[in-house]
């Protein structure tokens, strides 16, 4: 594996993960794990340059057709490249050809860059989950197999529980909130070489199970906010980041 813990310059790849969504600023904007872990590397290196070419809700295919090609020509020091997830989490999905794109990906961002890193995704623990853990699974065997190949990082998120705790994700039930994109960030800040800030998978103190009405209201306004617009994305074929540029389109000096 390769390593280098002074880098003064990062790119970003992805999708909403990537991307920061639910941790959001006044402006409307995100701030996510990518956002945090630029500022703490511009913190340590005078001219340090960001570019986040993530967009919500890219398939992979997409990622690889419209992100790629930018990163790579940027030339940064640290490339991380997360995706996939999306597409496995569709109701059909051939995960080689899922496999097949990641290693496109992984391809041609790894020779132009120090350091690539690779995730498995977090993901919150319940019945969906379940449902889709053979794709995950198979998906994250080849992460592995695509890191060995390129020298790559990757930074097992999936294993963690404290991040599969439904404490750490949003009112969407689809993104990480504020504590789980700080603990991703510590994850990969430690990943290459830094020292360590904190325990970014140290468990959470026991869960009290709300009751009956209050979990009734809950999945009553999830139902209404969140997963019935995305059903009907679904079934117009919509992404809600059709039209969208990237966060951060340019690889520009950045101050956190």
Known sequence: MRMNTTHTSFVAVGDSFTEGMSDGLPDGSYRGWADLLAARLAARTPGFRY???AVRGKLIGQI??????????MGADLVTLVGGLNDVLRPKCD??????LLEEAAG?????CKQLVLMRSPGRRGPVLVRFLPRMERLFSFIDELAARHGAIVVDLFA???LGDQRMWADDRLHLNTEGHRRVAEAVWQALG???EADWNAPLPPAV???WVARRTSDARFAREHLGPWIGRRLTGRSSGDGLPPKRAELLPYEG
């Open 209 to 211: 199970r709300p009751g």
């Open 95 to 100: 995960v080689e050809r899922v496999c097949g």
């Open 51 to 53: 570019a986040n070419l």
């Open 108 to 112: 041609r961002l790894a020779p132009s």
């Open 194 to 196: 830094h020292e360590p």
């Open 64 to 73: 690889v057709d419209e992100q790629t090609e930018p990163a790579a020509a």
């Open 160 to 162: 963690s529980e404290a």
